[in-house]
């Protein structure tokens, strides 16, 4: 009897770890933690120099500049494949002040990504108020969809210096952000309330903003240090 048991956990065991190891097969790894393979500027064939990999971490290797300097352009998009329907996964940190932005249904032959994508901002809140002299407003603070749709108040951001996670969903215009672990905003794309605000004084010069169905995954430049790791996206 119980060899029957063992064998009969034996089974279960190799069910779980089989049905697991499916499941993570399903994760595009988008960065190896050693190159940049699968990256690129954005309207550009090459990497932009400031782009390393270092620690193996995915960074953009700068001087901070305060907002009145900004300057960016230097945007890099994942090339290998576009996306429609997806769940997003990276870890981030920033410099004290630090800023950038993850995009998604990015297409090329445009000024920059954020004339035509959705953003997910990635910011130090704290710190980019205190470095600029300046106050925010919640549409433009970590985790929001930069313009249009402001994150919970509850959220938990992590300080400067310290490993944020982030996560995008997007499965049929339904789209959520979410930050360390717990959802922060959610809301339908081309629904009224969307489109209201897409037709705000914010886009009103971008007529191309939010068309795409589909597209790349981008990662912004603003003139600031920053870190990726463990970039991985899972079609749905």
């Keep these: 009897m119980n060899r029957i048991i063992n064998i009969i956990k034996f089974f279960i065991i190799m069910l779980f770890v089989s049905c697991n190891s499916s499941k993570n097969s399903d994760w595009i790894y988008m960065f190896d933690g050693k190159t940049t393979d699968g990256w690129r500027g954005y309207n550009n064939e090459t990497m932009p120099k400031k782009w390393e990999v270092i620690n193996g971490e995915l960074t953009f290797n700068t001087e901070l500049k305060l907002e009145k300097d ?69 549409w433009q603070k970590a985790g929001a969809n930069y313009g249009m749709h402001e994150p919970n108040i509850s959220k938990k951001l992590n300080p400067s210096g310290q490993w944020n996670s982030s996560r995008i969903i997007h499965d049929n215009n339904k789209v959520e952000h ?59």
């Design 70 to 138: 900004w300057d960016g352009g230097n945007d890099i998009i994942y090339y290998k494949e576009q996306f429609e329907n997806f769940e997003l996964y990276l870890e981030w940190k920033l410099p004290k002040g630090g800023n950038s932005g993850v995009f998604y249904h990015v297409q090329e032959g445009y000024d920059a990504p954020h004339n035509i994508s959705p953003e997910y901002q990635i910011l130090d809140d704290d710190g980019w108020e205190e470095i600029n002299n300046a106050k925010l407003k919640n």
């Design 178 to 236: 979410w930050l360390n672990g717990k959802i922060i905003l959610s809301f339908f794309k081309d629904s009224d309330d969307w489109n209201k605000k897409r037709n705000s004084e914010i886009f009103r010069d971008k007529t191309d903003y939010g068309k795409f169905k589909k597209g790349y995954i981008a990662l912004q430049d603003h003139d600031t240090p920053i870190w990726f790791r463990n970039i991985r996206i899972k079609k749905l």
